[in-house]
Nanobody
Framework: QLQLVESGGGLVQPGGSLRLSCAASGLTLDNFAIGWFRQAPGKEREGVSCISSGGSTNYADSVKGRFTISRDNAKNLVYLQMNSLKPEDTAVYYC???????????????WGQGTQVTVSS
């Protein structure tokens, strides 16, 4: 069974950067698409970015040009590099697995516990 654990969150000033990591155990990442999602207080969970097993990527319009998703299958890790952070990026960030990238959050499984990202001066 695939298990995922997020790390790398924290408090950062507007314009700053963070790199989130999603570490897999139980199964290798090779055959999974991994998505990053976020949920702010009082809001629904939303997709941020996804990387397929073949390395194809997609991004929410709100983060295009600022966030970069990547994967290192040898290390069983997926990263989310977040640059030019804005206060509206504040949320709990989660990673989850799927057979392919999808716009439907409910199709993803093996959710991690999340990591808090706070963008504030």
């Amino acid at each position: 069974q695939l298990q995922l654990v997020e790390s790398g969150g924290g408090l950062v000033q507007p314009g700053g950067s963070l790199r989130l990591s999603c570490a897999a155990s139980g199964l290798t990442l090779d055959n999974f698409a991994i998505g990053w999602f976020r949920q702010a207080p009082g809001k629904e969970r939303e997709g941020v970015s996804c990387i397929s097993s073949g390395g194809s990527t997609n991004y929410a319009d709100s983060v295009k040009g600022r966030f970069t998703i990547s994967r290192d299958n040898a290390k069983n890790l997926v990263y989310l590099q977040m640059n030019s952070l804005k206060p509206e990026d504040t949320a709990v960030y989660y990673c989850a697995g799927n057979s392919h990238c999808s716009n439907h959050v409910f199709t993803f499984a093996s959710w991690g516990q999340g990591t808090q990202v706070t963008v504030s001066s």
